[in-house]
């Protein structure tokens, strides 16, 4: 018999591995979601999320993934999971993701595929959008240069390609690196830790998920988890754990607070000091965001502790179908559309790098 068993839970409630049914809609998480989905819906270049570690900046990453319809978004989520990068690797990986076929190794090369996919997507009615996880890794003053150059990808006012950072704070230092790429953020979000009113709404929205509808933890024992996890969905996510399966072996109905403190010991976590004037604890459904513009409608409630970053260093999703670039003859109108796109790269390219050698 397993703790899920003795519990009566269907699944783990508490881990930390990424799962959409999970997402815990925390106020300040909704209020982060719109204004992301405002960033993505007008295309407004770039938006940076910072946190600290275990604050739920990935799963966040990964729900605004799953929030923009592929019908109206080219989007893709890269994970970037070491710093030693060229700018040529992060070219190559933004275009394979936008649907670039067989990106060039040279990159003013890549620049031009990217330019001239960015454009068709446009011509198609959607919108590039590329969320960047780990993106305190990015910390070279080349790398950002590369950002702004991308950024600069316009046709007559209207930015062909939005990025949304999330990171440490750390990458707030990355973006002074460069200072007209740090004049572009057209917003900043901060997500911070949870309150302890909130600790304990996740904490029942697990364990609801994963199939038992009564809190098995007493009053004590989610003070403690608070009081031991700062508030961390991460951290949360380990003590609960933790404390779920030694009351197991003990037989314990309901986790008495006692039993979180020894699991805290065990875990080296400490009482933390809390002194947060903080976002308020409600549970607000993040809205959907119609790409005609506007939040319509609820969402339902899924739910999110912060993740590793799986193995792979990127991940795509959302990609759109390209069939329509592959077919081999080429209707009278389609060589006229890239006849256009060939124009408008080439004087793109002739202002941007003329003067360069």
Known sequence: MSYLDFYRLQTEPFSNAPNERFYYNSAQHARALTRIMYITETM?????????IGTGKTTLARKVLDSLPGEAYESALLIILHSEISPEWLLRKIATQLGVEQPA???????????????????????AVVLIDEAQMLNSKELMEEFRGLLNLEVTAHKLITFVFFGLPEVEQNL???QPLLQRVAMKIRLST???????????????????RDNLFTEEAQRNIYRFSGGFPRKINILCDNALFQGFLMRERVIEGNIVEEMAFDLGFEAQVHAQASIPAVEIPPPDWSPEGGPVGEQ????????????????????ADLTEFQESPESETETEAEDDIEAKFDAFFEETFSGDE
């Open 176 to 178: 002074n690196l460069d």
């Open 44 to 52: 407004k270049g770039l938006a940076v999320v910072v946190g600290d």
């Open 194 to 212: 949870l309150t302890e009113e909130a600790t304990k709404a996740y904490i029942t929205h697990r364990l609801a998920i994963a199939g038992h």
């Open 300 to 319: 339902p409630d899924a739910g999110i502790p912060e993740a590793e970053a799986p193995a792979s260093a990127v991940k795509q999703e959302n990609s």
């Open 105 to 127: 190794r040279d990159k003013i090369q890549i620049i031009g595929q990217l330019y001239r996919r960015l454009l068709q997507l446009h011509e198609m009615g959607k919108k």
